[in-house]
């Protein structure tokens, strides 16, 4: 079993419509927590924390339940331009106050018109 | 740019050849990583420095791996006596790490799609 786990899709989705991405992990020690979009044949780029309290940045909504060790991602009024893998990234903190980011496999969001 | 460089962008080369993967991270980053990512999947942790300190190494995958970070801010990742089986894209990231605010996002460079033949 994987450290980090996604639904590897494909989600097809409709232009405006609402789409929630979940990713589960393992080490219950996890420290921080992201999500990354990388485009077809692109680095990863960050998209953006995760915080226990969640948190909203535009039309994406971040969650984080520790207790049952998920995140989450929620996209509101999908844009054409969102279609890209979503990459669930958890953090497990080196004594060098650097994170070891552990990578999910990846959710792939595909928005047409 | 401001970013994470690396090069070569792409990178061909025949079944027991060595090679070597470049990295220039972000100017003041002190945390440097290299992922190694196959096509339809997340990237793997392979090895990661503080300064010109290699901490943790534990996701080369084997002794033909190597990489090194000699003055801190340059990396390089090498793979002696190549394998079909390391055909991957390579990836650099950093990230400023220290102080009271730990645990950074990464910044990641564009890449080196290595393929070996």
């Known amino acids: 079993r994987k450290e980090v786990e996604q639904d590897p899709g494909p989600f097809n989705v409709p232009e405006g419509a609402t789409v929630a991405f979940n990713c589960t992990y393992s080490n219950s020690a996890s420290q921080s927590f992201f999500w990354y979009r990388q485009d077809c044949r692109k680095e990863p780029k960050l998209l953006m924390s995760v915080y226990s309290s969640g948190n909203e940045d535009g039309r994406f909504t971040a969650q984080l339940n520790r207790a049952s060790q998920y995140i989450s991602l929620l996209i509101r009024d999908s844009k054409l331009s969102d279609s890209a893998t979503y990459l669930c990234?958890?953090?497990?903190?080196?004594?060098?106050?650097?994170?070891?980011?552990?990578f999910g496999d990846g959710t792939t969001l595909t928005v047409k018109p | 740019g401001a970013g994470v460089s690396q090069s070569p962008r792409y990178k061909v080369a025949k079944r027991g050849q060595d090679v070597a993967l470049r990295c220039d991270p972000i100017?003041?980053?002190?945390?440097l990583f290299w992922y190694q990512q196959a096509l339809g999947q997340g990237p793997e942790f392979l090895t990661y420095?503080?300064?010109?300190?290699?901490?943790?190494k534990s996701g080369l995958p084997s002794d033909r791996f190597f990489a090194e970070r000699p003055e801190g801010s340059v990396s390089t990742l090498k793979i002696q006596r190549t394998q079909q089986e390391d055909s991957a894209v390579y990836l650099c990231?950093?990230?400023?790490?220290?102080?009271?605010?730990?645990?950074?996002?990464?910044?990641f460079g564009d890449g080196t799609r290595l393929s070996i033949l």
């Open positions: 990234v958890v953090n497990s903190l080196y004594n060098t106050n650097a994170g070891k980011s552990t």
């Open positions: 420095f503080q300064n010109e300190a290699q901490l943790d």
């Open positions: 990231a950093s990230s400023w790490s220290g102080g009271t605010y730990s645990n950074q996002p990464q910044h």
């Open positions: 100017s003041g980053h002190v945390s």
